[in-house]
């Protein structure tokens, strides 16, 4: 089972602010890897997290091709972060994106005026220490 520490909570959800990292790394049906930054990374709960995806270029195409996903936060002066391993569901319409786009902070829903991003939600399998020596959490 999947729980979050309140320590992991509490880093994700002020990333932003704390200017710290939230790097996603996707990879499309045929391998080919993408990796970006996500300012939107919160916490949905307990085991997902969740991003608004308002590029809706390659990162989005490869979690619907390809829902195997990790994101690694990282606070390398403190020397924490970790890696979660999750799958990915898109959502670019309905209820969940609306929900997804409600938590969203102002400051990523502001760099896309007309709302044309689409929600996503991960179901987190496994975590690790940043420096990927060590499992944490597995589902």
Not at 10 to 17: G, L, M, Q
Not at 74 to 99: H, N
Request: hydrophobic share 35%; with cysteine; glycine share 6%.
């Amino acid at each position: 089972m999947i729980k979050f520490t309140d320590e992991m909570k509490e880093r994700i959800n002020n990333a932003f602010t704390d200017k710290k990292a939230c790097v996603w790394a996707t990879a499309s049906k045929d391998g080919v890897p993408s990796v970006s930054f996500r300012g939107s990374t919160f916490v949905w709960d307990d085991e997902h997290l969740a991003i608004w995806e308002r590029s809706r270029q390659s990162g989005a195409q490869h979690m619907e091709e390809n829902p195997h996903v990790v994101m690694l936060y990282a606070d390398l002066p403190a020397r924490i972060g970790w890696r979660f391993y999750g799958q990915a569901t898109v959502f670019k319409t309905g209820e969940m994106r609306q929900k997804i786009m409600d938590r969203t902070i102002k400051d990523e829903l502001d760099r896309d005026p007309e709302r044309k991003g689409y929600g996503v939600l991960v179901r987190v399998d496994k975590i690790r220490r940043y420096s990927g020596d060590e499992i944490i959490q597995q589902r």
